[in-house]
């Protein structure tokens, strides 16, 4: 593809249920990251994914939240018990490497009614 | 700690007049900064990183590491350059330069 996709690209949930986003890197980035973009809040890190290394997971906000990334390809952001703080557009993002420009997809808006 | 800080949420200037968004950062070594862009319904993209030292879209943006600044500029505004403008830092490059600090953004809305 010609970028990074992300999907679903809206999410409407219930409060206390599980929810998957997905990310579909730039082929042969091996760089890949999670974003929040909160109203008013500006774009908060989440978790960084750098080749086989160990994932960068200083941002995530709680335990309810997770993330994984099968073969250095696809993510999965996984928030489990979603509250209606969790609203926010989720974005992903990937790079050549860590030091790259990186490339953002177009976002999954996750609503926690 | 890393901060990126964008005073103004929501700025509104008339077409043709010129446009200045503030960018000040906290970062003890040598960072590196760039502007990302939002249009409406697009995604988040690069528009200017201070190393490249370019103009882009007639925007232009200096670093200024004794006031910590790195305000975005253009002489003259264009209705299209309305947009979500965000700031953001990445630390030095032994340092995790994988994160990047982003501010809160600002509205830029060029009015006619």
């Known amino acids: 593809g010609a970028g990074v996709s992300q999907s679903p690209s809206n999410k409407v949930t219930e409060k206390g249920k599980d929810v998957e986003l997905r990310c579909d890197p730039i082929?042969?980035?091996?760089?890949l990251y999670w974003y929040r973009q909160s109203l008013g809040q500006g774009l908060e890190f989440l978790i960084y994914?750098?080749?086989?290394?160990?994932?960068?997971k200083s941002g995530l906000p709680s335990d309810r939240f997770s993330a994984e990334r099968t073969g250095g390809s696809v993510s999965t952001l996984t928030i489990q018990r979603t509250q209606q703080e969790d609203s926010a557009v989720y974005l992903c993002a990937s790079s050549l490497d860590a030091l790259q420009v990186k490339f953002f997809g177009p976002g999954t808006r996750l609503t926690v009614l | 700690a890393q901060r990126v800080t964008q005073p103004e949420k929501l700025l509104s200037v008339f077409k043709g007049a010129p446009v200045e968004l503030k960018c000040n950062y906290s970062y003890s070594g040598s960072p590196e900064l760039f502007w990302y862009v939002q249009y409406s319904r697009q995604r988040l993209q690069l528009l200017l990183r201070h190393i490249s030292r370019e103009s882009i879209k007639g925007f232009t943006a200096d670093l200024n590491k004794g006031e910590t600044s790195f305000h975005l500029k253009k002489p003259f505004a264009q209705e299209e350059d309305s947009a979500m403008y965000y700031c953001?830092?990445?630390?030095?490059?032994?340092?995790?330069?994988?994160?990047?600090?982003f501010g809160q953004g600002t509205r830029l809305t060029i009015n006619p």
């Open positions: 994914f750098q080749g086989n290394s160990a994932p960068d």
């Open positions: 953001a830092l990445s630390p030095a490059r032994r340092q995790g330069a994988q994160k990047l600090v």
């Open positions: 082929s042969g980035h091996t760089a």
